[in-house]
């Protein structure tokens, strides 16, 4: 089973809200997922995530997408992954 870190969408018509979640990557977006670790809201780019359980779930194996990535390291989760210099 590849389990993934995704978001998955909430909220109204043109005002989105989403869930960050681990869920197995088979499923639907906004299928049944495992874990809840955080919310995000765009349009006041309010991020809570819960670092104990996302580092848990890091840990475990689980990769994030590259979106909930960057929410991750804009937390101070995970650090950035720099590309080398050629």
């Known amino acids: 089973m ?11 018509k043109k005002s989105p809200f989403y869930r960050v979640v681990v ?3 088979h499923k639907a977006r ?11 809201d765009p349009i006041t780019e309010a ?3 819960d670092a104990e ?13 590259e979106t909930v990535r960057s929410l991750l390291v804009h ?6 992954k ?5």
């Open 2 to 12: 590849a389990v993934k870190m995704r978001l998955t969408r909430m909220g109204d």
């Open 23 to 25: 869920i197995d990557s």
């Open 30 to 40: 906004d299928g049944q997922y495992v874990d809840l670790v955080g919310t995000y």
């Open 75 to 80: 937390e101070g989760i995970l650090e950035s």
């Open 47 to 49: 991020v809570r995530i």
């Open 53 to 65: 359980k996302a580092k848990k779930w890091i840990s475990c194996g689980v990769q994030p997408t």
């Open 82 to 86: 720099k590309a080398p210099k050629a």
